[in-house]
Nanobody
């Protein structure tokens, strides 16, 4: 069974940094685009950053210049380095894979999500 497991969330002061990780496990042959999304209480889930298998990146306007997304294709892992954090960055952060190809006769999975990790920026 394929899983996306996030880690690295927590409480940090404004101006601080955190690094999130999302590891995909299971019988995975290939993952297309991976990304990070976030959802604050009472708000819609929004894209934070995405990265293709070829490492092309895209960022939400509110995090440009502060966050950096990267991935290790061999480890099926995506990272989000978050610097200069602000209280408005507080949210649950979710990892996403838009397409996962599995080995053999296994299914192709679309729009796959992790369980989320809480990031709280507060003094």
């Amino acid at each position: 069974q394929v899983q996306l497991v996030e880690s690295g969330g927590g409480l940090v002061q404004p101006g601080g940094s955190l690094r999130l990780s999302c590891a995909a496990s299971g019988s995975i042959y290939r993952i297309n685009t991976m990304g990070w999304y976030r959802q604050a209480p009472g708000k819609q889930r929004r894209m934070v950053a995405t990265i293709t298998s070829g490492s092309s990146t895209n960022y939400g306007d509110s995090v440009k210049g502060r966050f950096t997304i990267s991935r290790d294709n061999a480890m099926n892992t995506v990272y989000l380095q978050m610097d200069s954090l602000k209280p408005e960055d507080t949210a649950v952060y979710y990892c996403n894979a838009d397409r996962i190809d599995t080995y053999g006769l296994g299914p192709t999975l679309y729009d796959y999500w992790g369980q989320g990790t809480q990031v709280t920026v507060s003094s």
